[in-house]
């Protein structure tokens, strides 16, 4: 069975940093991308961030750019977001997710953990 325990997020001020955890099991966790979400309130999902099987890639949405930062340990099963600079709009539910590297068909979701920027 497919788990993800996400954890890191909470509630940090204007231009503060928090580093959100994905750990994973019950999948081989080099034979998957895994991307970052999120998800504001009234807002659709949208990516964040993106990083290959093997950390070789990534790729960012525009409004992170330059402030978020994504890796993975696949010794650790993990994948993290390290977000700086954080501004009241990054404020929403992040999501891991794992997509198949053969098939795009094959993903799974982490629950989620809130991310909250307010002073």
């Known amino acids: 069975q497919v788990q993800f325990v996400e954890s890191g997020g909470g509630l940090v001020q204007p231009g503060g940093s928090l580093r959100l955890s994905c750990v994973a099991s019950?999948?081989?966790?080099?034979?998957?991308?895994m991307s970052w979400y999120r998800q504001a309130p009234g807002k659709e999902r949208e990516l964040v961030a993106h990083i290959a099987s093997f950390g070789d890639n990534t790729t960012y949405a525009d409004s992170v750019k330059g402030r978020f930062a994504i890796s993975r340990d696949n010794d650790k099963h993990t994948v993290y977001l390290q977000m700086n600079s954080l501004k009241p709009e990054d404020t929403a539910v992040y999501y891991c997710?794992?997509?198949?590297?053969?098939?795009?068909?094959?993903?799974?979701w982490g629950q989620g953990t809130q991310v909250t920027v307010s002073s």
């Open positions: 019950g999948l081989t966790f080099s034979m998957y991308r």
């Open positions: 997710k794992a997509t198949f590297s053969y098939s795009q068909n094959l993903v799974y």
